[in-house]
């Protein structure tokens, strides 16, 4: 009995004074929002929104609802988070595997890149590209086409768009390569472990890539057009380009503050996972008689990414809690459309900022996930 | 890092919602915010960043406008010094949870009074100290005239969490014309991003507009169109809840005007105590006990217009004086062809 009650008893008081602090919370906002004449709910969200956004991934218009509004931020910041972190991990390595090279300038340089793009704050950073260097890109009426077809400008950088015909055939066939693709690798390893024998599998698997795809073009029917950006007056000196797909600054900017902000850390990570490979490792490996490739392939890099990848995780929740500094250049992320606009235009403060910190949680909470399940199929596995 | 202190800075706003409000209890005739004001000894009040003749600072941190000429009557009236007024500059997205959560008492931000805000939020608007409306400003080059000649596809650039962004959509939308909305959360970014190219036009409330354009690297290139596509009464706001207090900042306000109304100014004051007109005499606490009813002494009014002048000095010295719009328009007296209108103080 006294066994049981030392055992439950703080933590039943721990679990009481939880909710004694949430209920006192939760009662005393009830009360003096009753007093204050403010109601709370959530209806709102099905209410017409009725004011713009300006970059949206879905249909929106003022006649949609707060609860689309907030998807359309959802989506943008989902959107700058994912490119971002895309960019920033291939920056990263790069710059990871730079900074452990034999050459002096190469090494110097990505040491320099880190310090300099780590040290200074990222809401500067993100002014700079946006106030600075965006800046100085030239009007649309004398902005000269990079590629040919592409023009950037201080409204924005405007590409072509892809006008699809048959585009589920395209996607089919695209399908049908990466199932292929993991049908040889599965059988190039059981060949290799049988008969030890070698397959070049990234060799064939790029082909693959190219050839199925390549073939929906001249059987399946599929073809791809090109809408080009065409240059409108709006009146005498204001020009615009119409047709394509137009790319706002202010995404662009946050894309390369962000992404060159955390790649320095991204870089830290693979410079330590590298290093975290003891010399023994590569020496032993060479002694058996593998390649400079194999060995970075084979031995150090399965060992250096169980060190990467837990911290390189923490980088990317970072930089999708980040993102949230989009609101300082006028990009409509989660943080401007809903905590900001509708926030204002409905005044529900308490509900749309538990909304906006749930759905961050949840954002982050996901990408830990996924980076969990990674970091669990990469570890050790004792046989 | 800016952003994440800002959104601490709410979070613990919010708690302070939590925890504050139960503490406020009313009794009649006493104002909770009024004695918490007097034992603090200064006016809590919250003013935009910076918006020339409203609420701008100057280099030393002085602050001036017709914005802070209210805050600056409140404090007069209640603790007899203009100066006794601490200003909170916040952005528009901030502005009304700084109220409800009592981080200051009077918000007089070029706030628009409309029906949501007013009987939505919490928040209780006392008057009208500046009519408005919404325009657009575009380069003059552009030879656009009007705003008849938007095309698909323009740009703006205007402010968060304002009227102004619904205006706009209702006027795009109405005219079948597509936009791109470029929202910032400061003006100063608006400023500089319009200044840039980055918009071809920029749009909020005209005085807005006037003041603003001051700002932008050659003004001269720029002109404001004719037309004012919304109503936009501004005025000063205060928490619901505490009926004592709106009534000394609603009162507050309506003296000066009033003063302007009878040509009582800060010089003539003190002699219009023997003035004939028993309404200039209630005006300058010469006569009635007009104070009494809101916790004040007597000479509250003659303090106001003595500290801080009527309604005309103050619009002369912030407004008029400084070019941003030098004629009044709408905000002349109701006695000289505008509608500034108050209710009579007996």
Known sequence: MNNILKKFLPQILAILFVVLIFGFLTINAQTNMDNRGIDFGFGFLSQESSFDVQFSLIEYSGSDSYARAFLVGLLNTLLVSFISIIFCTILGVIIGVARLSSNYLIKNSAAWYVEFFRNIPLLLQIFFWYYAALRALPLPEKADAWFGVTYMTVKGYYIPAMVWENLNVFLYCGLAAIISIIVLRNYANNLRDTKGKQVPVLLYSIALLIVLPLLSFLFGGVSLEFELPQLKKLSKISYIYEGGISLPPELIALVLALSLYTSTFVAECVRAGIEGVSKGQKEAAASVGLTPNQVLKLVIMPQALRIIIPPTTNQYLNLTKNSSLAAAIAYPDLVLVFAGTALMQTGKAIEIVSITMLTYLTISLTIAAIMNWYNKKIEIKEK | MFKIIKQLTSLVAMFAVLFAFSTETMAAKKSKTLENTKKRGFVRCGVSQGLPGFSNADESGNWTGIDVDV???????????????????????????????????????????????????????????????????????????????????????????????????????????????????????????????RCDTYTTDKSGLAAQRTKLSAPDDHVVLPETISKEPLGPVVRQGDSVWEDIVRWSLNTMIEAEEYGVNSSNADMMKTSNNPAIKRLVGAEGELGAAFGLDNDWNLRIIKQVGNYGESYKRNIADTGILPDRGPNELWTKGGILYVPPAR
């Open chain 2, 71 to 197: 805050c600056r009557a409140v404090a007069a009236a209640t603790l007899g010094d203009a100066t006794k007024v601490k200003f909170t500059p916040l952005s528009a997205k901030e502005r009304f949870t700084a109220l409800t959560s009592g981080e200051i008492d009077i918000l007089s931000r070029n706030t628009t009074w409309t029906l949501s805000r007013d009987a939505d939020i919490g928040l209780t608007f006392v008057g009208v100290n500046f009519y408005d409306g919404q325009g657009f400003m575009v380069r003059k080059g552009s030879g656009i005239k009007s705003t008849s000649e938007f095309k698909n596809g323009t740009s703006v650039c205007t402010n968060l969490g304002t009227t102004t962004e619904l205006n706009m959509r209702d006027f795009f939308d109405s005219r079948g014309i597509s936009y791109e909305p470029v929202v910032f959360e400061k003006a100063d970014e608006v400023v500089a991003a319009y200044d840039a190219g």
